[in-house]
Structures are given as C-alpha cells and as structure tokens.
C-alpha cells in the first residue's frame, strides 16, 4: 500500500507541477527556461519514484518484526461473585 499511495502522491505532485508551469506559459508566452523547469521537475519526480520500493520495503520489515513477536500471555484473575 505505501508503495502505490506514494506513487499517486508523488505523481499528483507532479502533473500539478508540470501544469502550473504550463499554465505560466498560457499567460506569459515566454518559454525562456521553460524546458529547464519541466527537466527539473520530472528529475524530481522520477527520483521520488525510485525511492518508493525501498520505503516499501522498509514498511514491509518493520510490520514483518512486529508480526513475529510473540504476545505476552494473558492472565486472567479469579473474581468472586457477589
């Protein structure tokens, strides 16, 4: 699950991005540094792709420990009715 929640993170984050920076094109008309910014920003985004398996996999150790603990057994106190 933390890897697919954080790829639609991560791409959301992007595409918002690459559209504002277009949007800036539409009013602007100055494509200067345009494809530097767009460069940039899917650098970014395809570097934060790359580091989702690894967290992935951190996530899947950690539940993995926990799992394999096993439970303190419980006590259970004899009460007398009243």
Known sequence: MRFWGGW?????????AVD??????ETSAET???VGRLSDLTREYVRNVAQL???AVKEFNSQLETIGVPKAKRTRTVR???
């Open 80 to 82: 007398a009715k009243d």
């Open 8 to 16: 639609a993170e991560t791409a959301q984050t992007y595409t918002r």
């Open 20 to 25: 504002d920076e277009l949007a800036k094109l």
């Open 53 to 55: 398996p690894s967290a």
């Open 32 to 34: 200067g540094d345009l």
